[in-house]
């Protein structure tokens, strides 16, 4: 009697899943795009593959913290400017509404996310995965969405 994938119960067809990922990474020559990073649903016990070139497309990251405003800002304090002169060498270089929309962005992202997962998340699993090419055994990202209404962004672990 033959069973087609899609009858096997959740967790035989996630393994499954799984298994053909890691032999497509173990397969790859060289790191590159189209390499799966497989992604759990854990509601409905789902594992959707996406390779790395759209992951964001499908999954934005959060760049407020980047905003040009709040970047030479923290540069500035870095260079022990005190922050009432850098704050008004901003609103010199930017104009205080900019300034203020950048904070305002900011805050409200961190508030109430509207992205999943920041930039510097992405970027770190961008370079983890690229050099998990340099060892053996290879490894991949498996993210996992949070639940419906969950405030958590996503988690990633290394398989």
């Not at 009858?7 to 032999?23: I, T």
């Not at 300034?99 to 992405?122: K, N, V």
């Not at 090419?133 to 990633?156: A, W």
């Amino acid at each position: 009697m033959g069973s087609s994938f899609h009858s096997l119960p959740p967790l035989p067809r996630l393994q499954q899943q799984l298994k053909r990922c890691q032999a497509q990474v173990s397969k790859a020559e060289a790191w590159h795009g189209e390499l799966p990073v497989p992604v759990l649903n854990r509601s409905w016990l789902q594992l959707e593959v996406i390779n790395v070139a759209a992951l964001l497309e499908r999954f934005p990251a959060d760049s407020s913290a980047h905003a040009p405003e709040l970047m030479r800002f923290r540069t500035l304090l870095q260079q022990d400017v005190p922050a009432d002169a850098a704050e008004q060498q901003c609103w010199e270089e930017f104009g205080a509404d900019a300034c203020h929309l950048a904070l305002r962005r900011f805050w409200m992202e961190q508030q109430q996310p509207l992205h999943l997962w920041a930039l510097e998340d992405y970027l770190e699993l961008i370079e983890r995965y690229r050099d998990s090419f340099e060892e053996e055994p290879r490894t991949m990202p498996l993210l996992v969405l949070p639940r419906r209404g969950d405030p958590q962004r996503l988690q990633c672990h290394w398989i």
